[in-house]
């Protein structure tokens, strides 16, 4: 979603996304056949998912006023590796339970710096690891005849340095609309996570079938496409996706800050055109290039629960290509 920015938790948002489906079980036939008919062979997500991206060169500048402190470089190569996996553990009447694991790794090799006091504050770190479980509980029921589902998940992470946080969601969702060839849901999500610029933000999903081949897929805070099937085994999909990334960045000892871990998080607006091939029954290919805005870019004191940023961070916009592979149950 992240997260939007709405979204500075999208990675929140992202995080619920995927283990929210695992409460599909609970719906009703009717919105279930509806969902299943627009997504087809695809399924909005996967039980182990592997990404990798990578971005072109381009330009970023650091602002940290209580440090007194700006830098500015070019980030010459950036990649990224993302791992989620979430699995369903029991499920039993109207509630279900889902638990999983994520792993994040950024590398971003760094030149033509410079800074306001000569120091580097990211100490010239290029390799930035993020790792964690979570769990989700939902409770499906129906309320004034529509479907509702209530999730909440839990999830905490850690780097290299050790634990870094702990953060909730909890997001109730209601289907109005609901038929062969659209589905209609509305809801809202509140956010424990401190960074959350929100606490509480609407969630709205909208699919509707255009023609046999042809259909709009919205999600948001999330994601916005037009869909295109090719045969049985293919499809391809432009349109925007809200998207955020974060890591943890521990200074160099030599500049004396006080903050001696910076949660740095970025979110982004990527257009983007995506193409998915369906290898067999249960493994899938993406790939996905296009280009990426970044914006509320800012760093925050990992070890206190406060709102007020510490830095900013700015970056032109720039090209990426994704690949992935990923494998459903």
Request: hydrophobic share 35%; proline share 4%; charged share 15%.
């Amino acid at each position: 979603m992240n997260k939007i920015k709405i979204i500075t938790t999208i990675i929140a948002l992202c995080c619920h996304f995927s283990l929210s489906a695992q409460t599909d079980s609970l719906s009703i036939d009717k919105p279930l056949l509806a969902r299943h008919i627009i997504n087809l062979n695809f399924p909005r997500t996967r039980n182990l998912n592997i990404q990798m991206e990578t971005g072109f060169p381009g330009n970023y500048k650091i602002k940290m006023p209580k440090y007194d402190y700006s830098e500015k470089g070019t980030i010459k190569h950036y990649t990224s590796v993302n791992v989620n996996g979430n699995f369903s553990l029991l499920r039993k009447g109207k509630f279900t339970l889902a638990g999983g694991a994520s792993y994040s790794y950024r590398n971003i090799k760094f030149s033509d710096l410079s800074s306001s006091t000569g120091n580097i504050y990211h100490g010239r770190q290029e390799g930035f690891h993020v790792f964690g479980p979570n769990a989700t509980i939902g409770y499906g029921t129906l309320l004034f005849g529509k479907h509702v589902t209530i999730t909440g998940t839990a999830f905490c992470e850690f780097s290299p340095g050790g634990f870094e946080l702990w953060a909730g969601i909890a997001t109730a969702t209601m289907v109005l609309k609901s038929s062969h060839d659209e589905i209609l849901s509305v809801g809202i999500s509140g956010f424990t996570h401190h960074t959350s610029i929100f606490p509480v933000l609407p969630v709205f999903v909208y699919m509707r079938r255009l023609s046999p081949s042809y259909f709009f897929d919205c999600s948001l805070p999330g994601y916005c496409y037009i869909r295109c099937l090719v045969g049985t085994q293919a499809r391809f999909s432009t349109g925007i996706d809200f998207n955020s990334d974060h890591f943890y960045v521990h200074p160099s000892t030599e500049n004396n800050n006080e903050a001696k871990t910076l949660y740095f998080i970025k979110t982004e607006l990527k257009l983007n055109a995506m193409y998915e091939h369906r290898l067999g029954k249960h493994l899938f290919f993406t790939a996905k290039t296009g280009y990426d805005f970044l914006f509320h870019c800012k760093f925050y004191n990992s070890d206190r629960l406060m709102r007020n940023a510490l830095g900013k961070y700015k970056e032109h916009p720039n090209f990426f290509l994704n690949i992935g592979v990923s494998y459903n149950l």
